[in-house]
């Protein structure tokens, strides 16, 4: 952590000087983040490539006068929302990507209403996410995490954790499951 | 609520959340399973197991091959006694092999010298290393045994059983002499590493 903490320091203030090297420093440090989040999203590696391209300059555009703090994930909510953006306008018809699947368990989990009123923005369901992931166990909220924010794929999470699939698969499962019944608790149909 | 809303909502989470996770998954990256630890800790246990029991049981080490502290404290004791008393041979009882040690050493004889045959070793035992020179003398009698102890004694010297095949060897033979222990026979070689430049 402090390792990361005195890196982004540094890179931050070569942003601030306006040297290039800040974007090698940020590819250095961050590139293969970025790439994976950019991929889970995509499933093509071009497409990949040039979301993190544009999050170089997105973060060269912004910063400064941005300081953002902590710049790991100022880095990977650009590359996020640049890989999002793509997938929506070009991919989405494809639906290809783990980034897929995980969109289409959510969305199987936040059944939409049919009436308008009763809808939640997003940024309400952002905030019943947040609450939701306050209460969950930390093992839980990082598996949470890294599947619906990272688009990480089942096998690639069981993999790195030491969990059979199944195990992660039905874990996820449940949390949807409760994160539905937060919902309608506070009677909040989506 | 579409898809893209629900990604938006989903992607506007708590820095803090997206940051465990990170985190997580690098702490993840230097993570050795469990099994993999067990196999290395056994592997690291039947190594040093393996090399106590070489330790213990006293088979040859290489420090010794040319002369160790045993030896050169041989050296140095006769060096410090005259040469004409028996007391420097009792020094030498310190280079003579052990019972685990391996006896026989084979030789090439490279040159056939007045009081000395120099020799090359062509394996290595516990005392000489493969490739190094010996020079290697013999007594029939006891002012030969003290003359000749007391050139060795200035270097490092360990014994062997007289045979008659050193005696008679000739430039390019290759023969097997078997290191004694001091006093079972009355003839015996005095063999030396014979060190560069002497």
Known sequence: ?190 | MTREEISQAIGEIKTEYIEEAADEEKSRKRYIPRSIKLILSAAACAVIAVALMFKMNGLPVIENTEGGMESEACGQAANSMPPETNEKDDQCDTAVPQENQTQMLRVKIKECRENEIVAEVLEENGYFAQGSTVGIMLWQSESDKTQNSGQAAARECVYAQYSEMIENASEGDEIEIRLSEKGKDEKMFIIMPKKAGS
């Open chain 1, 1 to 190: 952590m402090q390792d990361n903490q005195s890196t982004d320091k540094k890179i931050i203030e070569l942003f601030f000087a306006r040297s290039e090297q800040a974007v090698t420093e940020l590819a250095d440090q961050y590139g293969t983040g970025c790439r994976r989040i950019a991929n889970n999203i995509l499933n093509n590696e071009s497409d990949a490539e040039e979301s993190v391209n544009d999050t170089y300059l997105a973060a060269w555009n912004t910063i400064p006068p941005q300081k953002p703090d902590p710049l790991r994930s100022y880095i990977y909510r650009i590359v996020r929302n640049i890989a999002t953006a793509r997938y929506h306008k070009n991919t989405a018809p494809k639906r290809n990507s783990s980034y897929d699947v995980a969109l289409d368990e959510l969305e199987a989990c936040l059944a939409s209403s049919d009436t308008p009123e009763n809808q939640l923005s997003a940024k309400q369901l952002t905030e019943q996410i947040n609450r939701f992931l306050a209460q969950l166990e930390k093992e839980n909220r990082i598996l949470f995490v890294r599947r619906y924010w990272y688009g990480d794929s089942v096998s690639k999470i069981a993999q790195e954790t030491g969990m059979r699939s199944n195990t992660v698969s039905v874990r996820l499962a449940r949390m949807r499951s409760e994160l539905k019944r937060n919902l309608e608790k506070e009677e909040m149909q989506i």
